[in-house]
């Protein structure tokens, strides 16, 4: 089982819609939580942390489980903008060897229509 | 921009030959992490630099190797060149285990 699994899409939506995705991770000791939006043939780029309590910026709203080891990503009203490759990212517990890795999940693919 | 920069930007390379990839980490961070990114799929983690020691490996052979250096800059080197190893490399520097900042990455071809 891999240790992020998100919805590789793609998602193909009109502008102004409401999208969501979805992500589980299996290292229940995780501690810290992304999403990364990558755009075609460049780097990541940090889109937001996600808070267990929840938390929004603009049209985007980031949700925690920590129970169901599940995160989301909504994004309302999308742009043309928007398309692009979104990553779930999960960091281990602060301390040890290995708290700087990231682990991402493979991404999901959002194209935006007119 | 992140102000990470990173060279070559692109490189073709032969089974068997080796390679070294340079990252310029963001003015005032002391950590470079190293990702494999391969088509279709998401960064995997190689290793991480904190203050010019190995702080933190991922599963990959011992034919990945790294350094920083004292202005935290940092290599990454594959020797034995295989075909899977063609990959969009990214490195990433932060300050400790704060915001990790990607650089625009390496793309290696491996004929």
């Known amino acids: 089982r891999k240790e992020v699994e998100q919805d590789p899409g793609p998602f193909n939506v009109p502008e102004g819609a409401t999208v969501a995705f979805n992500c589980t991770y299996s290292?229940?000791?995780?501690?810290?939580f992304f999403w990364y939006r990558q755009d075609c043939r460049k780097e990541p780029k940090l889109l937001m942390s996600?808070?267990?309590s929840g938390n929004e910026d603009g049209r985007f709203t980031a949700q925690l489980n920590r129970a169901s080891q599940y995160i989301s990503l909504l994004i309302r009203d999308s742009k043309l903008s928007d398309s692009a490759t979104y990553l779930c990212?999960?960091?281990?517990?602060?301390?040890?060897?290995?708290?700087?890795?990231?682990?991402f999940g493979q991404g999901t693919i959002l194209t935006v229509h007119p | 921009e992140t102000g990470v920069t990173q060279s070559p930007t692109h490189l073709i390379k032969t089974r068997g030959q080796q390679v070294t990839l340079r990252c310029s980490s963001q003015?005032?961070?002391?950590?470079v992490s190293w990702y494999q990114q391969a088509l279709g799929q998401g960064p995997q983690f190689i290793f991480q630099?904190?203050?010019?020691?190995?702080?933190g490996r991922g599963n990959f052979p011992p034919r990945f190797s790294g350094l920083q250096f004292p202005n935290y800059s940092s290599e990454l080197n594959v020797n034995a060149l295989e075909l899977d190893d063609s990959a969009l490399y990214l490195c990433?520097?932060?300050?400790?285990?704060?915001?990790?900042?990607f650089g625009p990455g390496t793309r290696l071809l491996v004929l």
């Open positions: 990433a520097s932060s300050f400790g285990k704060e915001t990790q900042y």
């Open positions: 290292n229940s000791a995780s501690q810290s």
């Open positions: 996600v808070y267990s």
């Open positions: 990212v999960v960091r281990p517990n602060a301390g040890g060897t290995s708290y700087g890795k990231l682990t």
């Open positions: 003015s005032g961070h002391n950590t």
């Open positions: 630099y904190y203050r010019e020691e190995e702080n």
